[in-house]
């Protein structure tokens, strides 16, 4: 074992498996990198930060985590700009976002030197498995769980947060065609919706094979007091285009918190477009798609980024949308973020983070 200057030991891999991968055609979510972050806390501590190569974990059946769900994650990209050099997009508001998630599940907050100079020194190590602009991205993985070997529904006392990273093609984001769903809903108020936790997504997954069954992709959420108002779909935040003004549900406590979504509200503000963040019922979408007013509709998310929406299934009817080619305010910001995370465009806000 080596120890970084940040304090992390590292174990390197004997023989990395990187020739091993084309990266110019990569399946998407199967190939992963040479090594891995693991940091344990326990006794109330959090102990010091190894790599290791990737590998399995010894887990015991009677884990928290597997049992009760006490397991948030993250989800972010590493990409080069048109330097070469490896870039983060805003992965502090990441750091924070897992904080904020882990303080619902009642686990303790990950410190900077763990997540973020955890985060840089893995992505060091292993910059040779980050695509190319054209080849794709780096797809990392943070996960944080309780894994006391305890069946007592209580919080953890241990826990294990893991950086984990795979490359990954780049994202064709097809249009997408969404259903909405009245029979299931994805949160709950005072639930835990605003936080990117595991269980969240293992509730997602019938109401999303329904609707694909259906011959839609994912499942476009609907608040659940009322079934009336646009809430996300799949892992994307939602933005409706009515004649020349762009909409977005505001954060009610059960939409989980875009980074994509703050960063695309702050390009609309900074470049003057109308925009109104505010509750968006799906009747004012019916009847705006009925006076041919709906112009664009499209999900933001770290994946995809801006995912265009072809189509909205809603109590037996398909809403058309536009065609992508007459998109004005998607493709903008499209190419916008493109622009800027290549380092073609001025960052005025900070957000790239160079590693
Ligand atoms: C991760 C996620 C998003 C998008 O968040 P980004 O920070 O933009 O990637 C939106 N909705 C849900 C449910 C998510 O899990």
């Not at 397991?71 to 990441?94: C, D, H, Q, Y």
């Not at 963040?277 to 009847?287: F, G, K, L, N």
Request: glycine fraction near 8%; charged fraction near 20%.
């Amino acid at each position: 074992m080596e120890t970084l200057e940040k304090n992390i030991s590292v174990q390197r891999i004997a023989q990395s498996k990187l020739s091993e991968v084309d990266m110019n055609n990569i399946p998407f979510g199967k190939v992963f990198s040479d090594h891995m972050l693991v940091a344990r806390y326990k006794d109330g501590a959090w102990q010091r930060p190894e790599i290791l190569p990737y590998g399995k974990m010894q887990l015991a059946p009677s884990l928290t985590a597997l049992n009760y769900g006490q397991s948030v994650f993250e989800g972010m990209k590493a990409t080069r700009n048109i330097k070469g050099e490896a870039v983060l997009f805003r992965p502090e508001e990441n750091w924070k976002r897992m904080n904020r998630s882990a303080h619902r599940l009642c686990m303790p907050q990950i410190p900077r030197e763990i997540f973020i100079d955890g985060l840089e020194e893995l992505i060091r190590l292993d910059s040779g498995w980050i695509p190319t602009a054209e080849q794709g991205s780096l797809y990392l993985r943070p996960l944080y769980f309780g894994s006391d070997e305890f069946i007592g529904v209580h919080p953890s006392s241990e826990y294990i947060f893991t950086v984990f990273t795979c490359p990954v093609g780049p994202f064709y984001a097809k249009p997408v065609d969404l259903l909405v769903s009245k029979d299931h809903v994805r949160a709950v108020a005072g639930g835990t919706g605003a936080a990117k936790a595991a269980g969240n997504y293992a509730g997602a997954l019938f109401p999303d094979k329904l609707a694909k069954a259906q011959g839609y992709n994912n499942v476009l959420w609907l608040d659940a007091k009322e079934l009336k108002y646009v809430e996300e779909c799949g892992t994307m935040n939602m933005f409706f285009v009515v004649d020349d003004t762009v909409l977005t549900p505001q954060l009610s406590g059960t939409i989980l918190e875009g980074i994509t979504r703050a960063s695309v509200i702050q390009l609309l503000k900074d470049h003057g477009y109308k925009l109104e963040v505010r509750p968006i019922s799906i009747y004012e979408i019916q009847a705006a798609h009925h006076e041919g007013r709906l112009k664009e509709s499209f999900g933001v998310g770290t994946a995809a980024v801006i995912s265009h929406i072809a189509r909205i299934g809603f109590s037996g009817e398909d809403m058309i949308l536009p065609p992508i080619s007459e998109r004005k305010v998607g493709n903008w910001l499209k190419s916008q973020m493109a622009a800027i995370k290549a380092g073609e465009a001025e960052d005025t806000h900070g957000w790239m983070h160079i590693v």
